[in-house]
């Protein structure tokens, strides 16, 4: 069983910065998707960006250029630098990991909210 823990969201003002954590526990896998996905309010979940175990980064049109995504293999976390932060980015941020071949894991949400 997987565990993933968030942390880092709040509030902060537009053109401000955050950035999130999430650690993975318990089974560990060689090969796997590690992201960022949020909902903002009568929204659908989309996704802000992925990093697989590879190193291969795929962002949301949206977040490219001042969002970054990375990860510590050896921790099992994977981090998202969140710059130039609007209004519109304010949602809940979940984190998933997904082993290949395996159901995904989800973690439990972290709110951002970007707000002067």
């Known amino acids: 069983q997987v565990q993933l823990v968030e942390s880092g969201g709040g509030l902060v003002q537009p053109g401000g910065s955050l950035r999130l954590s999430c650690a993975a526990s318990?089974?560990?896998?060689?090969?796997?998707?590690m992201g960022w996905y949020r909902q903002a309010p009568g929204k659908q979940r989309e996704l802000v960006a992925t990093i697989t175990s590879g190193g291969t980064i795929n962002y949301a049109d949206s977040v490219k250029g001042r969002f970054t995504i990375s990860r510590d293999h050896a921790k099992n976390t994977v981090y998202l630098q969140m710059n130039s932060l609007k209004p519109e980015d304010t949602a809940v941020y979940y984190c998933k990991y997904a082993p290949f071949g395996i159901s995904s894991y989800w973690g439990q949400g972290t709110q951002v909210t970007v707000s002067s």
């Open positions: 318990g089974s560990s896998f060689s090969l796997y998707v």
